[in-house]
C-alpha cells in the first residue's frame, strides 16, 4: 500500500486566507511535513496551526533545508529530503507538506515533488493564495487590468533585472536586495508600493519608494505598477 505526498500552501500568513481544501486535506493527513529543523518552529506551521490547532497532534516529519544559494548543496539536501518522505508513503501515509503561499510558486516542494513521483509515488498539489495577490488586496491595488502585462521576479535571484519592460512587476522574496532592487526602480523611473510579512501580525506598508525602509526582512514584496500607476 503506498501512500500520497500533498504539496500544500497555506497562503502567506493570515490563516484566515487557507482554503477549505487545504484544511481538508491536512485533517486528513498522517504526517505533517516542513522544510527546516523543527516543523512546529516553521511559519508555514504556525500559520496552519492557528486555523487547525489540533495538527500539534500529527506526526510532524522535519526536512532540513539550509538557507544557502550552493545549488550543490541544496540539490543534495533535496534527495535527503525525498528519502525521508519516501520512507513514510511506503508505509502507506498520506504525507502533507506545508509551504507558505502557493506550492507551485517558487517553492521548495516542487523540487522534492519531482523527486517523489520519480520514485512512483502519487503527488497532488493543493493551491495557496499566492502572496503578491493577498498583498495586492491589502494594498488595495489591482496587479494587473485589462491587456497589462504581469512579470513576477524572485528579487533574492535578480536584484539586478532590467525592469523596464512594458507592464506591472511583482518583485518577491525582496528584502535580502532591497537596495540594489530599490535602484534599479528609481533607475528605471519606476515607483511601488512595498509590504513586508503581509497578513502576519507584524507587516508593515510602504507606498513609495523614497519610504521604503534602508533594510527589510526575507518576506518583502515589491508591486511595480506601469506609469506611477500605483
Known amino acids: ?40 518552529e516553521t511559519l508555514a ?75 512512483g509515488f502519487e503527488t497532488v498539489y493543493i493551491s495557496g493564495i499566492p502572496s503578491f495577490c493577498a498583498a495586492a488586496a491589502a494594498l488595495g491595488i489591482p496587479l494587473a487590468e485589462w491587456e497589462e502585462p504581469l512579470h513576477i521576479l524572485p528579487g533574492v535571484h535578480n536584484p539586478d533585472k532590467d525592469l523596464s519592460e512594458e507592464g506591472n512587476y511583482v518583485i518577491m522574496k525582496s528584502g535580502r536586495k532591497l537596495a540594489e532592487i530599490k535602484e534599479k526602480l528609481i533607475d528605471c523611473s519606476r515607483d511601488a508600493h512595498m509590504i513586508e510579512n503581509c497578513g502576519m501580525e507584524d507587516e508593515q506598508r510602504y507606498d513609495s519608494i523614497n519610504k521604503f525602509p534602508e533594510k527589510a526582512g526575507y518576506f518583502t514584496l515589491i508591486i511595480s505598477k506601469e506609469n506611477g500607476r500605483n
Do not use: C, Q
Request: proline share 7%.
Open 1 to 40: 500500500m503506498s501512500g500520497v505526498l500533498y504539496g500544500i500552501g497555506v497562503g502567506p500568513g493570515d490563516p484566515e486566507l487557507m482554503t477549505l481544501k487545504a484544511i481538508k486535506t491536512l485533517k486528513e493527513a498522517h504526517i505533517i511535513a516542513a522544510p527546516g529543523e523543527k516543523v512546529e
Open 45 to 119: 506551521f504556525k500559520i496552519a496551526s492557528k486555523a487547525l490547532p489540533e495538527l500539534i497532534n500529527k506526526e510532524l516529519l522535519p526536512i532540513p533545508m539550509p538557507m544557502v544559494m550552493d545549488r550543490d548543496i541544496i540539490k543534495e539536501n533535496h534527495v535527503k529530503g525525498a528519502e525521508l518522505i519516501k520512507e513514510k508513503l511506503g508505509e502507506g501515509n498520506k504525507v502533507a507538506f506545508i509551504t507558505l503561499g502557493d506550492p507551485t510558486i517558487y517553492s521548495t516542494f516542487t523540487y522534492i515533488e519531482k523527486l517523489i513521483k520519480e520514485m
